[in-house]
């Protein structure tokens, strides 16, 4: 997945208009953007439209974010709209891989509940958004089989330690502690062998900014990035899709190596080829297969 677009659960206008976006996929929010006394109606109105879409040919991913595992809601959350399939859970603030761990042993149960293959259900957390979170990356190394990406936070984890500002002056470059967090998040989810999801840009106007830093993420090696607003979707894409010329590479660098399966290293009209641009080829292939340009 490339992109993937936040929409409020409670909002028929913007759920309604998501579908025709571009996104990979969609995240439709029981948390934040929805305030308590909606949560009944949004839960309904979430798996009213996984229901309705999920048969459709040509969909984007459907994933709920749910409220954190320390509070009151989750548990009906999940209940709310685990009948109507969707692809995955969104698991805001967890303290550590734990939190994945208890998440995936009720989706077993409510999976099973409701004659659901078991495991359908995939997971990401947003795996920084407390201080013991941030100490707790490497849990994620033995999560749950269910768990399919990690990205991260700064503003729920700028509230908690007490920040005047994620990012400096020039309102696009992050300060320290969230340069921590972002780096941290992509090695974890590396080393997970999960995706890695870049956060979200919140400033939405600034189309130039969210431009750079979807290229930066690429370039850094996230696979995909999170969007707060419809209009950063096609910048997302773009920047996550691999250019032409790097599929060409990269397949030529796949047909080497299958033909010549004992070598270490090869030559590629002068340049020594090895394992480390193997693992990188499969990358830009696996992305252009998101892209279905493969």
């Given amino acids: 997945m490339r992109s993937m677009l936040f929409v409020p659960a409670d909002s ?5 208009k998501s579908l ?3 996104a990979d996929a969609l995240i439709l929010d029981l948390e934040d953007s929805v305030a308590a006394s909606n949560k009944p109606q949004a839960r309904a109105m979430a798996a009213a439209f996984i229901k309705e879409t999920r048969p459709k040919a040509q969909r984007p991913r459907l994933y709920v974010r749910i409220n954190p595992l320390d509070g009151a809601f989750w548990e009906d959350d999940v209940t ?4 109507a399939q ?4 969104i698991l805001p603030k967890p303290n550590s891989a734990a939190d994945a761990d208890r998440l995936a042993l009720v989706l077993d149960h409510a999976e099973k509940s409701k004659g659901i293959a078991q495991g359908q259900t995939r997971i990401i957390a947003i795996a920084t958004e407390t201080p013991t979170a941030m100490l707790t990356l490497p849990t994620y190394l033995g999560a749950t089989q269910r768990l399919e990406g990690i990205t991260w936070g ?3 984890l700028s509230a908690v330690i007490g920040s005047s500002a994620t990012r400096e002056t020039d309102g696009r470059t992050w300060t320290s502690p969230y340069r921590l967090a972002r780096d941290l998040c992509l090695m974890t989810a590396v080393a997970a062998g999960r995706q ?34 419809p209009d950063l979707v096609p910048a997302i894409n773009a920047a996550f899709t691999p250019a032409a010329e790097e599929i060409a590479w990269a397949k030529e660098i ?14 590629l009209r002068g340049q020594m080829i090895d394992r480390p641009h193997q693992v990188r080829a499969a ?12």
């Fill in 86 to 89: 969707p692809d995955g859970i």
């Fill in 196 to 229: 890695p999801i870049d956060t979200v840009y919140v400033n939405f106007r600034d189309q130039a900014g969210h431009a750079e830093e979807c290229r930066i993420a690429a370039r850094d090696g996230f696979t995909g990035k999170m969007a707060i607003h």
């Fill in 20 to 22: 025709g976006v571009g």
């Fill in 283 to 294: 990358r830009v292939l696996a992305r252009a297969r998101m892209a279905g340009l493969v």
């Fill in 80 to 83: 709310g709209v685990i009948g």
């Fill in 12 to 16: 028929e206008k913007k759920i309604g």
């Fill in 254 to 267: 796949e047909a080497m190596f299958a033909a010549n399966p004992n070598s270490g290293a090869l030559n």
């Fill in 154 to 156: 700064a503003e729920d």
